[in-house]
């Protein structure tokens, strides 16, 4: 197939057994690559969901401005989307977004407007939000795309990546893991699957730290994992079970996961490898295990896979805390 643009290349992504990292003989892990989508993560398809859905039913015209307060992977899969389709886009970060997600904004196009200051819980997410809600008003023709608000989001994933499992997997699915920040993407993969699964489990993989579920706030160093704020899309109707992995933890697994099956991820995929592993160690028998693994490891070159950066993490050996939704 010849697409028209790269933008056309967003999804059908491959699903790979990990039974290198995961050789338990009577459970099978099965993991769709979303860091080979064209822009390096899953954040591909909301953003051009978004765009697509915008431009069809006339909410979005070429020559609008997109705002979206971002941490790097939505903002450049909305750069790389915005430019391909005549509109502008700025990303609204914070000191915490890496130097390597800052330059790919850049040159994907986008303006990028850096918010300095820590907000009332002690982050930036409040603030970043604050500030697109500013530029949106200020701007003429201008729109915030709000992915913890906006039903396209897990919509998204809904039409594209949860279809895309069902093609791929020959029978029924046990358990779906996956790590949360908007809770977009594991909403949509879930709704879709319950169509054909109705037994499914859904485990939320969350950060320590992140206060989605109740748990109390603190510090987070792996951008894009966890929130400090609820998104307003999350119904706890569909997340059966939440884990808690910290920041070393993550680490650990991402490193285990390029260490015995040589696929290079960032730092969530490393909680939803930690996220398996505990899962599996409470299992009374066989399961199928789907997971997602959102993004790629270059982009945490100077985080999960610097020895230093390593080493200076807190001690995370403890059963990760569960959370009842």
């Keep these: 197939m010849i697409h028209d643009s790269v933008i056309g290349c967003v999804g059908s992504t491959p699903m790979v057994r990990l039974s290198r990292c995961f050789p338990e003989p009577d459970v099978e892990v099965l993991a769709k690559l979303e ?20 431009l069809a039913d006339g909410t979005l015209r070429p020559g609008m401005r997109l705002v979206e307060s971002t941490s ?19 990303a609204v970060v914070d000191p915490k977004t890496s130097p390597t997600n800052l330059r790919l904004l850049e040159l994907f196009g986008a303006d990028v407007e850096v918010v300095s ?42 039409e594209t990546a949860g279809e895309e499992i069902l093609d791929s997997v020959d029978g029924p699915i046990d ?22 699964n109705p037994e499914l489990e859904v485990i939320a993989v969350d950060a320590v730290g992140s206060v989605i579920f109740g ?33 070393a933890e993550s680490t650990a697994g991402c490193r285990r996961l390029l260490t015995t099956e040589k696929v290079f991820a960032g730092g969530s995929s490393g909680a939803v490898i930690a996220g398996v592993e505990h899962l599996i160690s409470r299992l009374g028998g066989p399961a199928r295990i789907v997971t997602v693994l ?13 020895d230093e950066w390593a080493a200076s993490l807190p001690d995370p050996w403890q059963e990760p805390e569960a959370v009842t939704p």
């Design 35 to 54: 860091m080979l989508n064209p822009g390096g993560s899953m954040k591909d398809r909301p953003a051009r969901f978004i765009v697509e859905q915008g």
């Design 72 to 90: 790097g992977n939505l903002g450049i899969a909305l750069a790389m989307a915005a430019g391909l389709h005549g509109l502008s886009f700025t």
């Design 117 to 158: 200051e820590s907000d009332e819980a002690g982050g930036y997410l409040h603030a970043r939000v604050r500030r697109a809600q500013e530029l949106v008003r200020s701007i003429p023709n201008a729109v915030q795309i709000n992915q913890y608000a906006n039903e396209l989001n897990w919509q998204a994933y809904h």
């Design 175 to 196: 358990y779906l893991v996956a790590a949360v920040s908007t809770t977009g993407s594991i909403q949509g993969i879930a709704r879709r699957l319950r169509q054909d």
């Design 215 to 247: 748990a109390p706030a603190g510090p987070r160093q792996i951008p894009g994992f966890g929130a400090s704020r609820v998104p307003e899309i999350y119904d706890p109707g569909e997340i059966d079970d939440v884990l808690h992995i910290a920041d």
């Design 294 to 306: 959102p993004d790629r490891g270059e982009r945490y070159l100077d985080l999960v896979y610097d």
